[in-house]
């Protein structure tokens, strides 16, 4: 009855990990170029049970009497756990603000930026021009060009598809657009950013356009999540419950049966 409580209790813990990263989800549906997280869950590793006998004879000559017998009942299942969390990156819907530092990505690219921990990669282009006339991010991190942070002076500024960056007709630099052969490497570290966790590898973009004037809005599905949220806590609850039948048993177990009168 005991491993029953802690299978229950196993499969609570997802059902609130799982709340909680749909509740994330839906708190990012308005933020720019925000991709939603799934939470992949897989079963713990089973346990084989026997009934222990003893064997009041000789079997086959090869037995003593008292040797105990183990027979194989079945398998006994120890709940669930976490298994990943990895991030969807479809195509967010774009939308168009008229700001000429606004900038979205068609295609699988990111926007690479310099933050105190090193380079880190963004679909949120709502860039802002700071106090030092560099492009840079709502957070401060500075967007990079092939030629470093890139600059923009006072005039006409012209971000072409290619993402060459141009003042009143004169090519400044080239963003630095990044596409990962392994996209499943890269990893969430807050502030809508991604980190390259070792094996993404970096290409050039050859398959993303920058459209300048636009933001890409968040993938995230307000109905859907919605939906799954309803499921994860009515699984939560489903877990508690047995944990407390559980518990009931348990008890009853321990007062009544072991106070039987034989």
């Given at each position: 009855m005991v491993r029953g409580l802690y299978s229950a209790a196993a499969g609570a813990l997802v059902a609130q990990a799982a709340a909680d990263n749909i509740a994330n989800?839906?708190?990012?549906?308005?933020?720019?170029?925000?991709?939603?997280?799934?939470?992949?869950?897989?079963?713990?590793?089973?346990l084989d049970l026997y009934r222990i006998q003893t064997d009041?004879?000789?079997?086959?000559?090869?037995?003593?009497?008292?040797?105990?017998?183990?027979?194989?009942?079945?398998?006994?299942?120890?709940?669930?756990?976490?298994?990943?969390?990895?991030?969807?990156?479809?195509?967010?819907?774009?939308?168009?603000?008229?700001?000429?530092?606004?900038?979205?990505?068609?295609?699988?690219?990111?926007f690479s930026v310099q933050t105190p921990q090193g380079v880190r990669y963004t679909r949120d282009g709502q860039f802002i021009r700071n106090a030092q006339g560099l492009l840079s991010t709502q957070d401060g991190n500075l967007v990079l060009g092939q030629n470093g942070p890139v600059v923009i002076a006072d005039g006409k500024l012209d971000i072409?598809?290619?993402?060459?960056?141009?003042?009143?007709?004169?090519?400044?630099?080239?963003?630095?657009?990044?596409?990962?052969?392994?996209?499943?490497?890269?990893?969430?570290q807050g502030d809508n950013l991604f980190v390259d966790t070792g094996s993404a590898r970096p290409v050039p973009a050859t398959a993303s356009v920058v459209q300048q004037g636009?933001?890409?809005?968040?993938?995230?599905?307000?109905?859907?999540?919605?939906?799954?949220?309803i499921v994860a806590e009515r699984w939560f609850d489903a877990n508690q419950?047995?944990?407390?039948?559980?518990?009931?048993?348990?008890?009853?177990?321990?007062?009544?049966?072991?106070?039987t009168k034989q």
């Open positions: 989800n839906l708190a990012n549906v308005n933020t720019s170029g925000f991709k939603t997280t799934l939470l992949q869950v897989q079963s713990a590793p089973t009041p004879g000789q079997t086959a000559g090869r037995r003593t009497p008292g040797t105990a017998i183990a027979q194989h009942v079945g398998e006994l299942g120890t709940g669930s756990w976490i298994y990943d969390t990895p991030t969807q990156y479809q195509q967010g819907a774009l939308e168009s603000t008229g700001n000429a530092l606004d900038l979205a990505i068609s295609g699988p690219g990111f072409a598809r290619s993402g060459a960056v141009s003042v009143n007709g004169v090519v400044q630099n080239q963003l630095q657009v990044t596409e990962f052969a392994n996209s499943t490497a890269l990893r969430k636009f933001l890409e809005k968040s993938n995230a599905n307000v109905v859907r999540s919605m939906v799954d949220l419950k047995s944990m407390q039948t559980e518990d009931d048993a348990t008890g009853l177990a321990i007062n009544t049966v072991g106070n």
